[in-house]
């Protein structure tokens, strides 16, 4: 005997299957509207402090002999790293001479946007001077702004690998709203210098970091291969 076939008794409801579409349709909207809604309201945040026009940051002048002992630093440092534990200390005319050799060696390229400007060893962070471009959330202005001001850049390790995140960031005569400051500081500013293979390993084996307590250096240690760190 053939298995009973089940047939529905009841009539089928053509609007049953309309009201499930509508309301799939009303909370892919709504989360739209919300995106569309949070960009808005974001670009209007960043229209209040930001500005149309604005000079590069002087680029450090690196000198024939500066350039020449901070390469050495560096290679000695990666020389050593690459067998074990190492440390490598700079000072902020060190970092600034830094951030050209990163931006002529096309690892990340911040020259007359990041000018370091000293060290606050209490908060354990690096002071720096920014004019940051910005491009503007529309679909029709595609010109950049500016975020002209001064920040704080805290290391941090996250387990993974060393990075930098915004602590402060003030804008002379104008207000930066907390909603895009933590917006901001949920940024590793490191992310696209890691994309260089080197930096990126280098980074994961950071074991330590301190700034001196004068807070005219900082010095950053990696591990060793079997995780002890390098001796001071």
Do not use: H
Not at 35 to 42: A, E, M, R, T
Not at 118 to 135: H, I, R
């Amino acid at each position: 005997m053939s298995a009973q076939e089940k047939v529905p008794t009841g009539e089928s409801n053509p609007l049953y299957g309309c009201a499930i579409f509508v309301i799939i349709l009303s909370i892919v909207g709504g989360i739209v509207c919300w995106v569309i809604y949070s960009g808005l309201k974001q670009n209007e945040e960043i229209g209040k402090f930001a500005v149309d026009v604005a000079e590069p940051l002087p680029v450090a002048e690196v000198s024939v002999e500066t350039r020449s002992a901070l390469e050495q630093k560096l290679t000695t440092f990666l020389t050593a790293n690459a067998g074990g534990a190492a440390s490598l200390t700079l000072d902020v005319p060190e970092m600034n001479a830094l951030v050209v050799l990163a931006g002529e060696a096309g690892i990340a390229d911040y020259r007359g946007m990041v000018r370091f400007t000293g060290m606050d060893a209490t908060g354990k962070a690096f002071l720096a001077d920014l004019v940051w471009p910005m491009n503007r959330l529309s679909l029709t202005d595609k010109s950049q702004r500016f975020l002209v001001g001064q920040a704080s850049f805290e290391p941090y390790i996250d387990g993974q690998s060393m990075d930098l995140r915004i602590g402060t960031l003030a804008v002379p005569g104008k207000t930066v709203s907390e909603g895009f400051l933590r917006s901001l500081q949920n940024w590793p500013w490191l992310n696209l210098a890691k994309l260089n293979a080197q930096v990126a390993e280098t980074m994961k084996r950071v074991g330590g970091f301190e700034f001196s307590a004068d807070g005219k250096s900082f010095r950053l240690d990696t591990k060793a291969p079997g995780g002890e760190t390098a001796a001071q």
